[in-house]
């Protein structure tokens, strides 16, 4: 028998990376997980997002906090960081897509697909905790009622499935979600920092459940390393190479060697080793599909802001995001907050430009605002309690477009790089959001008495949308020659490794992603052995 240090090894601790820890713990592996973020206790978040060093992920600046930040020439990413992943610093928000996303012809062929899922998704909403509509009626809910009144949609207008423990504020309770096998939580203070980094402990946060229930099962996870290299060792398995996270000298480099392989680093993360590996002869039959089919979900965040803080309503106050309405049948649209104090990304936001035109008189437009009104553009663009100001707005489609990556080599490093791929352009910006946020602004102004206005962002400006749901790129498939992976996330050409993130995601949700990759998460190693028995999965052809 090969002498192996684990059975699989896990890069990554978000959505699909915990499940696969729970799971395949719970059929016998030996698991250990490779994050490349630190750990947090609630009490190490920071209290706002102004606390750079637990707010950023910047290792070798160091800063160790939630929030990554990536650039694309098409498209700027937020992601998250630390053990727990995405879970730390996403907004709660756990919707299932619609009929389109499971129809899209990029999933294998002979699989009802969203039939597959179902039972699968709801495993994922119990584990999550998923309360099926937030229960809060305030003025940013009011605003978006009247947003959709507006735009003729309110039929389509409702309260957002949070998974959040809300019970009684500020109170800590024994386990209410795993018989008491899980930690004990504390109810949802309504602080409006979700997205910072929850420190009262009432998000329920992968560390508070699939991640705490595995290492209750003996799983081992390893924050602050960064894998570098995965490579096929010539006696079977993997070897598995980490250093430290952000280290400049002293990258106390490891090996390990493992059975198996689970890719869950995030999109980004999955695919910089995906394609470096295939480049490398590391892993040299991954297929040449890798990059192709990357999603952005077809993203644009805007939003309303109005010049001071209403005395009336406070913006600020409840869940980072707690409604949502359909502007058309492929377009959606959230309302986001950040608590009192956090008003760090209040610096990506500008004057709201047309963006059917060329960056000069992008430019121009932007410029005449601010000579046209000089102080209503300075208290709006102000960073001063910003977040108590204003409403995001998260505008998502389940529009068939695509980037693909690929490598390019910068500065004696190879690094990722994108061009347009299959289907419509990645929008650089979305007329839909546009005509959102100005209803909401105008909602807003009527809510609050203050004078309130659409807002862009300083990217957009220059035609760079933003996501924060970056996905595919490592997609699942019917054969090599349109995916990387075959119907149960194994590696096409590598059965030993598997995906399964955001990477794996074939199409558009239109809808907040994480509950997808929790129940495709499921639904994959469901289909595992038991560690020891015979594989009833179809050998790759």
């Given amino acids: 028998m090969p002498d192996f240090d684990v059975d699989v090894a896990i890069i990554g601790s978000g959505f699909g990376g915990s499940v696969a820890a729970l799971r395949l713990s719970e059929k016998g592996y030996r698991v250990r997980v490779l994050e490349a973020g630190r750990r947090f206790e609630d009490d190490d978040f920071a209290k706002t997002s102004w606390d750079v060093r637990r707010y950023l992920w910047a290792p070798k600046l160091g800063c160790h906090g939630v929030q990554r930040i990536h650039r694309l020439p098409h498209v700027m990413i937020l992601a998250g960081a630390g053990v727990g992943g995405g879970s730390l610093n996403y907004a709660n928000t756990l919707y299932e897509p619609g009929d389109a996303f499971f129809t899209d012809p990029q999933w294998p062929a002979d699989v009802p697909w969203q039939h597959e899922l179902s039972p699968h998704y709801a495993t994922a909403r119990r584990m999550l905790g998923v309360v099926e509509h937030y229960p809060h009626t305030g003025p940013v809910e009011r605003i978006m009622r009247g947003a959709a009144e507006d735009l003729g949609v309110e039929e389509t207008f409702r309260h957002a499935p949070v998974g959040v423990f809300l019970g009684m504020p500020g109170v800590t309770v024994p386990d209410p979600f795993f018989d008491g096998e899980g930690p004990s939580r504390t109810g949802c203070t309504l602080c409006g920092n979700c997205m910072v980094g ?51 000298v002293r990258r106390e480099r490891r090996t390990i060697r493992a059975e198996q392989v689970v890719f869950a680093a995030g999109t980004w993360g999955t695919q910089q080793l995906l394609h470096r590996m295939r480049a490398s002869g590391a892993l040299p039959r991954i297929s040449d599909a890798v990059g192709r089919l990357t999603r952005t979900n077809s993203e644009a965040l805007d939003g ?34 950040y608590g009192p104090g956090s008003n760090l990304m209040g610096a990506l936001a500008t004057v709201l430009v047309p963006g059917d035109r ?79 946020v100005e209803a909401m602004a105008r909602r807003m102004e009527a809510e609050t008495g203050v004078p309130s206005d659409a807002r862009g962002s300083w990217p957009e400006v220059f035609g760079i949308p933003l996501t924060a749901h970056f996905l595919g790129g490592a997609v699942i498939s019917g054969s090599p020659e349109t995916g990387v992976i075959d119907p149960y996330n ?52």
């Fill in 304 to 337: 309303a802001v109005a010049t001071r803080v209403p005395e009336t309503a406070q913006l600020a106050q409840g869940v980072a995001i707690t409604t949502s309405f359909h502007v058309d049948e492929r377009t959606y649209v959230e309302n986001v907050r």
């Fill in 198 to 248: 929850c420190r009262v402990g009432a998000k329920n946060t992968l560390m508070k459940n699939y991640l705490a229930l595995a290492e209750r099962r003996g799983v081992v996870i390893e924050p602050l390393r960064t894998v570098t290299e995965v490579r096929e060792h010539p006696d079977g398995g993997y070897l598995v190479t980490t250093e430290r996270s952000g280290a400049w």
């Fill in 490 to 541: 194994r590696v096409w050409g590598h059965p030993g490794l598997h995906v399964v993130d955001g990477a794996a995601m074939p199409a558009n949700p239109g809808v907040n992603p994480s509950l997808t990759i929790t129940a495709m998460a499921e639904r994959a190693v469901s289909h595992w052995p038991v560690r020891g028995a015979a594989d009833a999965r179809p050998a790759q052809g």
């Fill in 358 to 436: 060329g960056l000069v008189r992008r430019l121009g437009a932007l410029l005449g605002s601010a000579v046209r009104h000089p102080i209503r553009q300075f208290r709006l663009g102000s960073l001063r309690r910003w977040s108590e100001r204003g409403i995001i707005a998260l505008v998502m489609q389940t529009a068939d477009n695509s980037l693909t990556l690929s490598l390019r080599r910068r500065f004696g490093r190879d690094v990722l790089t994108s061009r347009q791929g299959h289907g419509e352009p990645n929008p650089s910006f979305l007329p839909q959001a546009h005509v959102a």
